[in-house]
């Protein structure tokens, strides 16, 4: 006989939630458990692996991206050339298709990051990676987006999006503000309060049996799946509670002093570069390891200051030049957008730990959504990835695989970073077949 809950006991329930201060909201910690070096782990393991996906709209156009050499030794593309700086470093991958129907600007990005489109987005792949990675830091992901918009393509699951932050000042004062724990500091006194949020949650949780009990099947498995979310809570919260272990390259960055974000094209680099730099902090102080850049959008509303056409019109209007071949304007604005993917990479890079870097021991997974923008195009759309997860992937390498769906690619950086899964994607993306070049 199905039951339910008598209203004492939902009372009961929600003054327990809410003396344990919003449960749904992520709860500050840090514990990497760090050797006092900060270059391996207590027990000597490796670093951390850090991942993160990197998204620009508007894709590139054929002959003028890829590698003409495949396998090591290549030299990047044109339009690609501001990578090359960290091109021992990365892997490029050509040829790559996103096979079904989608509208133009969701099937590149939906392909790639959540394995397949049918009228919604599934769980993307930072989030699954993060489960894995993740659970053990103050916040289970960062998400930030370039243009001033608060878009986001992480998604929890099909209408549960992890939106972005638009504001540099914002996240700083997220990530770096009062509830910030330097590991490195001489002095540490657990936080009261957090000890009294963490009594709360206990209490609530103790109560999980009898609750249970009163409760038909379906409300049981939504109850389930909810005191699930309070433990993973109670594990946080627990971690604060402990001293920090020194992490050496942890370094707490300057407040920036101004932002101006917005569709101005030299906005949005400006933006991405502050970005840039907090996240690389974030990562290095043991406050993330998941992170999502968007820079600009599928149908990009990024534009320069002396004109009022954004990019994603200049894809459909303007002609390609007969000398040179390819639409000289949006080239630029790709190659813009490379560049800025370019200063993302060295702010990781910039970051010493040990003997390497922190795009060393990081994951940086590219994508797009189109092969050729003018035509909106779901074949040979590019896709790099940045950095080695600390020994797990081989870099340098330019790989073609025409005809095969991106989530090659997303299914090999699944398993590389731990996550139990032997296939991934859905209907004609769906794919057992890793990328075994690149794994270490």
């Known amino acids: 006989m199905k039951t339910t809950f008598n209203a004492s006991s939902r009372r009961r329930v929600l003054r327990g939630i809410m003396g344990g201060a919003a449960v749904s909201v992520g709860l500050p910690l840090l514990d990497c458990f760090l050797n006092s070096n900060g270059d391996a782990l207590a027990n000597g393991a490796a670093l951390p692996p850090c991942f993160g996906t990197w998204f620009q709209g508007l894709g590139g156009a054929p002959g003028l991206w890829e590698p003409k050499v495949i396998g090591p030794g290549y030299e990047m ?12 470093k990365i892997n490029v991958f050509s040829g790559l298709k996103a096979h079904g129907r989608a509208p133009d600007h969701t099937i590149g990005q939906a392909v790639a990051f959540a394995g397949n489109y049918d009228g919604t987005i599934p769980q ?27 878009e986001s393509y992480s998604r929890r699951g099909p209408n549960i999006t992890n939106a972005s932050e638009p ?3 914002a996240l700083y004062s997220r990530v770096f503000g009062a509830e910030f724990t330097d590991p490195n500091g001489a002095e540490f006194k657990p936080d009261p309060e957090v000890m009294v949020r963490r ?3 206990s209490a609530v949780s103790d109560q999980r049996a ?16 909810y005191f699930t979310s309070l433990r993973e809570t109670e594990k946080q919260l627990e971690l604060q509670l402990q001293k920090p272990t020194p992490l050496e390259a942890c370094a707490i960055p300057g407040k920036p002093e101004a932002e101006s974000t917005g569709v101005i094209i030299d906005q949005a680099r400006e933006t991405q570069r502050l970005f840039a730099s907090l996240i690389a902090h974030a990562m290095a102080c043991g406050q993330t390891q998941v992170f999502n850049v968007n820079f600009g959008g599928g149908a990009s509303r990024l534009r320069t200051a002396e004109s009022a056409e954004v990019f994603h019109i200049y894809t459909h209007e303007e002609a390609t030049d007969p000398k040179l071949g390819y639409q000289p304007t949006v080239n630029w604005f790709q190659e813009q957008t490379i560049s800025a993917l370019a200063d993302f990479l060295a702010a990781l890079e910039g970051v010493r730990e040990g003997a390497g870097t922190l795009l060393d021991r990081s994951l940086v997974m590219y994508c797009t959504d189109h092969g050729y923008a003018r035509y909106h195009t779901s074949d040979n759309i590019p896709m790099l990835t940045a950095g080695g997860a600390g020994g797990r992937i081989r870099t340098g390498l330019h790989i073609h ?31 057992s077949k890793t990328i075994s070049e690149i794994i270490a």
């Open 199 to 201: 009594s709360a949650l």
């Open 77 to 88: 593309g044109n339009q690609y050339r501001a990578l090359s700086p960290f091109k021992q």
């Open 167 to 169: 504001s540099p000042l």
């Open 210 to 225: 009898a609750l249970l009990a009163t409760l038909g099947t379906t409300d049981r498995a939504r109850l389930d799946e």
């Open 401 to 431: 695989a025409p005809g095969d769906s991106m989530t090659r690619v997303g299914l090999t950086v699944q398993q590389a970073l731990g996550v139990p899964v032997n296939s991934w994607g859905k209907d004609a993306n769906e794919t």
């Open 124 to 150: 993307t792949i930072d989030t699954i990676i993060g489960d894995v990675i993740g659970t053990r830091t103050r916040f289970r992901s960062l998400e930030v987006a370039c243009d001033g918009s608060a």
